[in-house]
C-alpha cells in the first residue's frame, strides 16, 4: 500500500508539472498576439457577432494586424477540447478552464468558424491570409458552414486567377459529398465565382458551367448561364452540349445572345 501510495502522490507532482509547463507554453506563445483593451485576437475573435468590423471594437482597433493571427485559428487541428472526454466535463472545465489559450476549452470547429466570421470582417483586406484561405476551402475537415463563410470571404476578396484550380477542387468535392441542405447554397456561390474568371479558364471552366447548366437547378442554372455567357465565341466549340442546355426553355433568352457572338 505504501508502494502505490507513494506512486499517487508522484504521479499527482508531475500531472501538476506537466500543467504548469503547458500553461507557460500557451503564455509565451500567445505573448507577442495583438491586444485592444488587456484582450488579444482571440478574444475579440469569439465576440464577432456580424461581419462589420464596427460591431466588433477589438478587431476593429488592431485593425489588418489580426489577419495573420486568425489566419492561423483557421488551421487549428483537433484541440486538448477535441482529444480529451473528460476535459470537456464539468469538472475537467473547472480544473483547466483557465488556461492560457482556448484550445482547453473550445473546439477546433468553434475555432474555425470564429476566425472565418472575423477574416469575413476584414472584406479586401483579408487579401494575405488568401493561401489559407483557399487551403481552408477544399479542406475536408471543415464544416460545411464554415466553408460557406470562406467562400464569402473570397468573394469579398475577388477570388484572383490563381484560386480558380481550388475553386474547381471545392466544387468536385461539395457536389460529391456535401449535404443537401449546404449542397446548393455551396454550389451556387462557387458557380457565381468559376463563372467570373471563365473567360480566362475556358478548359477548366465549361464543363463546369455546362453541368450546372444541366441540374434542373433553377438558380444553379441561372448562376452558369452567365458565366457560359462572358466566354463569348469559346463557349460555341463544344457544340455536343447544346442540345442538352437548350431543352430548358427558360435559359434560352439568356442563351440567344451567346449563340449570335459565336456565330
Not at 506537466?18 to 500567445?30: D, H, T
Not at 479586401?124 to 477544399?138: D, K, N, Q
Not at 477570388?159 to 449546404?182: C, F, G, R, V
Request: hydrophobic content about 40%.
Amino acid at each position: 500500500m505504501a508502494v502505490r501510495s507513494g506512486f499517487g502522490w508522484r504521479t499527482g507532482v508531475m500531472a501538476l508539472v506537466i500543467v504548469a509547463l503547458i500553461g507557460m507554453a500557451g503564455w509565451w506563445a500567445r505573448s507577442g498576439v495583438p491586444t485592444y483593451q488587456g484582450k488579444d485576437v482571440y478574444y475579440w475573435m469569439f465576440k464577432t457577432q456580424s461581419s462589420s468590423l464596427d460591431d466588433n471594437p477589438g478587431l476593429a482597433a488592431i485593425g489588418t494586424n489580426a489577419v495573420p493571427y486568425l489566419v492561423k485559428a483557421l488551421a487549428t487541428s483537433p484541440t486538448q477540447f477535441d482529444r480529451h472526454a473528460w476535459l470537456r466535463s464539468q469538472r475537467g472545465q473547472r480544473l483547466f478552464g483557465k488556461m492560457p489559450g482556448f484550445t482547453w476549452t473550445i473546439s477546433a470547429k468553434e475555432v474555425r468558424r470564429a476566425a472565418a466570421i472575423s477574416l469575413l470582417d476584414f472584406k479586401h483586406e483579408a487579401r494575405p491570409a488568401l493561401p489559407e484561405l483557399l487551403s481552408a476551402l477544399t479542406d475536408s475537415t471543415l464544416d460545411e458552414s464554415t466553408r460557406q463563410t470562406v467562400l464569402w470571404v473570397l468573394g469579398e476578396i475577388g477570388p484572383p486567377d490563381e484560386a480558380a484550380p481550388s475553386l474547381i477542387q471545392a466544387w468536385t468535392m461539395i457536389s460529391n459529398s456535401t449535404p443537401q441542405s449546404m449542397r446548393s447554397v455551396l454550389r451556387h456561390d462557387l458557380v457565381l465565382y468559376i463563372g467570373r474568371m471563365a473567360d480566362r479558364h475556358p478548359v477548366e471552366c465549361l464543363p463546369i458551367l455546362m453541368s450546372e447548366l444541366n441540374s434542373g437547378e433553377p438558380e444553379l442554372q441561372e448562376a452558369s448561364v452567365w458565366g457560359v455567357n462572358s466566354l463569348g465565341r469559346a463557349a460555341t466549340q463544344p457544340c455536343r452540349h447544346w442540345s442538352g442546355c437548350l431543352a430548358a426553355p427558360t435559359l434560352i433568352p439568356n442563351l440567344l445572345p451567346l449563340r449570335r457572338s459565336g456565330g
